[in-house]
């Protein structure tokens, strides 16, 4: 029998179609309270790094307008043209609070055109006179040096600002107790596995118990899963030194390392040995990467105190032979 009579058989089989064997599945979490999940994916804090992913292109070009200098006051005068009274106020707010230097600025450079526009018959206070102006038209404090004034900078403390998360019925719907990643909502992720690194991301700074599953594309009445295993629990990082200040020294430094992670908490408390008394710094709230990388820093940190107290002990006996102290 030839290989192609084989096949042929195999899809009569199966109904003619060797694409039905290709079944598609949806990433789907089963956490343990479904509230605390909600809330978690609610919170921009948890994303960490990641939610600069879901930034709006335009939001940030309007708010920050141009990469390119040259261009920002060309792009200020356009955005004020555009902007409705309260938006305008809005905008007035934002640059009085930002630059206020500027702002009293601005109030010199436009005293006399608004007592003009007074004299005109026009009644009001500076910020209307200031929305009549068409945008070329502004005080150049107001917009300042390449729209300086105008745009705010893009800090990473602003861009955090229009930052976004996900939200429901747009990239998750919740069915069954679960939160369910259907492919054919937006995955501003763009693939399952990335999906699935930030979700853990967001859950595991939340500090909420979840499981990942898979769920058969379509199928959401009696759904197949294939289950995979919760994430061990992470054990305490503790490190015993010999002094509250070396303690605090040690924490700083793991810190650093970790970055902003908001579960993440460091607890120094005193631990009597014998008749010494010590400090213990005891690290919770990480994962078990973070936790990795942070134990060869401690490690290392005890080997210097411990290398710094022999040298020291080592130079005591030798000014002690030489008779230099008693």
Same mark, same amino acid.
Request: zero cysteines.
């Given at each position: ?7 042929? *058989?195999?899809?009569? @089989? ?7 064997? +290709? ?8 956490? @343990?309270?479904?509230? =605390? ?18 930034? =709006? ?7 920050? %307008? ?41 109030? /010199? ?11 005109? #018959?026009? =009644? #009001? ?15 150049? *404090?107001?917009? %300042?040096? $390449? ?18 998360? !996900?939200?429901?019925?747009?990239? $998750? /719907? ?16 763009? &693939?399952?596995?990335?999906? @699935? ?12 118990? $979840? &499981?990942?599953?898979?769920? *058969? ?7 197949? &899963? ?23 020294? !040690? +924490? ?23 008749? *010494?008394? /010590? ?7 990480? &994962?078990?990467?973070? +936790? ?9 940190? /005890? ?12 130079? $005591?006996?030798?000014? +002690? ?6």
């Amino acid at each position: 029998m030839k290989l192609t009579d084989i096949l042929r *058989e195999i899809e009569d @089989e199966e109904g003619g179609d060797q694409k039905q064997l +290709r079944v598609k599945y949806d990433l789907a979490i089963d956490p @343990e309270s479904l509230d =605390d999940a909600l809330k978690a994916l609610d919170n921009i804090e948890n994303y960490g790094i990641y939610a600069q992913n879901m930034r =709006d292109p335009k939001a940030i070009a309007k708010a920050f %307008g141009p990469s390119i200098p040259a261009q920002k006051a060309g792009a200020a005068w356009k955005d004020w043209d555009s902007r409705s009274e309260d938006e305008k106020a809005f905008k007035l707010i934002d640059i009085k609070n930002r630059v206020p230097q500027a702002w009293t600025a601005t109030e /010199k450079e436009a005293e006399a055109g608004y007592e003009k526009w007074q004299a005109e #018959g026009n =009644d #009001g206070s500076l910020n209307d006179y200031l929305f009549s102006l068409p945008g070329k038209s502004l005080p150049k *404090e107001l917009v %300042g040096r $390449y729209g300086a004034n105008y745009f705010p900078m893009k800090t990473p403390a602003n861009l955090k600002k229009y930052a976004g998360k !996900l939200e429901k019925d747009v990239n $998750y /719907k919740v069915e069954d107790g679960k939160i369910i990643f259907p492919s054919s909502m937006e995955n501003p992720f763009n &693939t399952k596995a990335y999906l @699935e690194k930030v979700l853990k991301t967001v859950f595991d700074n939340a500090g909420v118990g $979840y &499981t990942v599953i898979s769920i *058969e594309a379509g199928d959401t009445e009696t759904p197949q &899963t294939i289950e995979k295993p919760k994430a061990e629990e992470v054990p305490p990082l503790s490190t015993t030194v010999n002094t509250a200040d070396q303690a605090d020294k !040690l +924490r700083k430094q793991l810190q650093a390392k970790l970055g902003d992670v908001p579960n993440a908490k460091f607890e120094i408390s005193p631990v009597d040995e014998g008749e *010494e008394r /010590k400090y213990k710094l005891v690290v919770t709230g990480i &994962t078990a990467s973070q +936790r990795a990388a942070l134990q060869p820093i401690a490690f290392d940190f /005890k080997t210097k105190l411990k290398e710094s107290l022999d040298f020291d002990f080592e130079r $005591y006996q030798m000014l +002690r032979r030489a008779g230099i102290i008693k």
